[in-house]
């Protein structure tokens, strides 16, 4: 596993490259539109409802190709070398800005949103290939760094577009700017995509259905059937709902109701592009290199309060008509709004840098392009229903813009639980992540010797009560743990084991249907291909001794010889969790941020796994942990 900071990454040609190619795209697109609705809105000066017709249009006629194009897109990228079908899209880049540029310096609107579908399309085919390719060519353990970074990359790009567009509009010859402008950066980009290194293919036999309607089913079809796949596209999708709700809104909020001029807008928006920034590349950080899902609940209860609480720091601003950005940052008043909204994005980013990696790395690998253009299509749709629910609450309904922040706020705490309800892997590393970082400091090695597929039975000495979670936190795989009955039905854990879908044990004597039911359970998950884990044991040690291996991993591995992974917890005996000076519980917690450490060691083949050589395996492992 990587230990650098994700920003080496950048001195790598296999990130570089594409990294400068995706946030070119994502700049020209956004000078380009937003030059746009800016030569509209001052074409239509004095007519209010054409300028709003227009703009309406101009929105959608970008977001229908997500709809039309990005399930073909994902076929192609499946189907073809990546880095090359990105030299291809990029030149078809380049064209679209020439006929673009001709449009803007000719004033020919009609043609702009011809141009302005032309791009939509264009990035419709790019969002596959693009995302399809991180898992090519960076580790799993820079998944979620590359990730970061090219969250943040692409939110200040959004943000640059956007700002350069009303820069380049104060100049006489604004158009011819902007004109030149968006070719030279489409070449930029086209000349970036050339040092992209080479991606073969995910599924080179693959048949592309070019039908835009049967193919958007199909797609949306096989996402389907692994439900916590689709759930977790859903959860992103959910992202994009409340930055469109968030964003759209900026400049009716800065103008209208914080009574500001442009510059105002502007702070919003450079805020909140940079908080998702700040947050994107916090993930890392608070991931340990790994694809962490635990911090996808603390993202999403940071969005939910502090967008909560926009309503009520909205409530004690100090407002001035045509107020700059310098005159409202003077005021101590208006302080708490600007760090709502910079920790709303900081949290965003929190909340969406694990999911876009995970959706990366779930499913089959010769449809991971198909996956991401599920993505982009219920994206653009959420996208499409936010605008939509924006309509009816601010114009319908006629809510205040904070009073429409807060229904965001307070809907995202209601979808939030539903997705943690169906997906219960969020909620069960969040608590593993919790305990992990405020009571442990959990340092392994040999974690590697954890195979990446495959069944395997993992045997553990068994110290606490939290020795499954801490393991659970540790594998990069999720792990079926085999537990004592008693502890698997203990108060309020009982849930956290039940979401882990731990398989509860007892001895034949005490309940001999829970007993062969266990054992049934085993067979039926390693049969699957899962991790299984058991302590060998059979209960926890009451003076911090190892106590004698029972029978059971012979009974397991009888019927499904496959390889087993001794381990070893260690720093443990004294905890809160364990038995030490009396029973578990019943001490106060004395120790917090403590270091406990868990080595694995090399899989031993199943012939060779009787329980006594695992128990002396185990032992020699603590020796020599003992002496370290």
């Known amino acids: 596993m990587s230990s650098q900071s994700q920003f080496s990454l950048f001195s790598q040609r296999r990130f570089l490259p594409y990294f400068i190619t995706q946030a070119l795209g994502a700049f020209n697109d956004n000078l380009y539109k937003n030059a746009l609705i800016l030569f509209i809105a001052l074409m239509a000066i004095n007519d209010q409802a054409q300028s709003s017709l227009l703009t309406n249009i101009a929105a959608g006629l970008f977001i229908l190709p997500f709809f039309l194009f990005s399930s073909i897109g994902g076929q192609i990228a499946d189907k073809y070398e990546k880095s090359r079908l990105i030299r291809v899209i990029k030149l078809a880049e380049v064209a679209i800005m020439i006929l673009g540029a001709l449009a803007l310096v000719w004033e020919q609107t009609n043609l702009m949103l011809v141009v ?78 050339r040092s992209i290194p080479q991606a073969p293919a995910n599924d080179p036999t693959l048949t592309v259905n070019y039908n835009p309607f049967s193919s958007i089913k199909k797609t949306l079809g096989d996402v389907k059937k692994e439900r916590s796949l689709f759930l977790s596209i859903l959860a992103i999708s959910w ?18 109701e914080l009574g500001g001029n442009t510059q105002l807008v502007t702070l919003l928006l450079v805020i909140f592009s940079f908080g998702v920034g700040l947050g994107s590349i916090l993930c890392e950080r608070l991931s340990g290199h790994t694809i962490e899902l635990g911090i996808i609940p603390i993202g999403s209860i940071g969005m939910s309060v502090f967008g909560i609480d926009i309503y009520f720091a909205a409530q004690s601003l100090m407002v001035i008509d045509n107020m700059t950005a310098m005159e409202f940052v003077s005021h101590s008043e208006n302080y708490r709004l ?3 909204l910079l920790l709303l994005a900081m949290f ?22 198909q996956i991401i253009a599920a993505n982009n299509v219920l994206n653009a749709l959420f996208m499409v229903l936010s605008a939509v629910t924006a309509i009816v ?24 639980g539903y997705i943690y309800w169906q997906v219960t892997e969020f909620v069960l590393r969040f608590v593993i992540w919790i305990i992990s970082h405020t009571m442990y400091r959990v340092k392994h090695r040999g974690i590697k010797n954890i195979p990446e597929q495959g069944a395997a039975v993992l045997v553990c000495n068994h110290v606490s009560f939290v020795d499954a979670l801490l393991i659970a936190g540790s594998s990069r795989r999720p792990v079926r743990f085999v537990m ?55 209960r926890i040690t009451k003076d911090g001794e190892l106590n004698e291996f029972r029978g059971g991993i012979e009974k397991i591995l009888a019927t499904n010889p496959v390889p087993v992974i001794p381990m070893v917890l260690t720093g443990l005996w004294g905890s809160f969790f364990s038995h030490k000076d009396g029973h578990a519980f019943t001490t106060k917690p ?39």
């Open 338 to 340: 600007l760090a709502d």
């Open 239 to 256: 992202f994009w709902f409340l930055g469109a709700g968030y964003l759209t809104q900026f400049p009716a909020f800065a103008l209208s």
């Open 590 to 628: 004395r120790r917090f941020w403590s270091r406990v450490g868990l080595v694995v060691d090399k899989p031993i083949a199943a012939q060779d796994a009787s329980a006594k050589h695992l128990q002396q395996v185990t032992q020699n492992l603590l020796d020599s942990e003992e002496k370290r």
């Open 484 to 538: 004592d009955k008693t502890i698997a039905n203990m108060p309020v854990m009982k849930y956290v084991f039940k979401w882990a879908k731990t398989i509860p044990i007892c001895s034949p004597k005490q309940d001999i249907d829970t007993y062969n039911r266990a054992f049934e359970q085993i067979k039926q998950e390693l049969d699957d291909g899962e991790l299984v884990c058991i302590f060998p044991e059979g």
């Open 393 to 416: 609450l601010l114009s319908v309904l006629e809510l205040s813009i904070v009073e429409y922040f807060l229904v965001l706020g307070i809907a995202n705490l209601i979808v939030a």
């Open 116 to 193: 302005l579908f032309l791009m939509g399309t264009q990035s419709a085919f790019f969002g596959p290939v693009k995302f399809s390719l991180l898992p090519q060519q960076l580790d799993k353990s820079e998944l979620v760094g590359g990730n970061g970074l090219i969250e943040m990359g692409t939110f200040l790009a959004i943000l640059g577009g956007t700002i350069c567009a009303g820069l380049l509009f104060e100049f006489e010859k604004a158009l011819i700017i902007v004109a030149v402008a968006v070719i030279a950066f489409a070449l930029l980009g086209y000349l970036a995509s």
């Open 348 to 369: 965003s980013g929190i909340y969406v840098v694990p999911l876009n990696a995970l959706i990366q790395t779930r499913g089959d690998d010769k449809q991971r392009a």
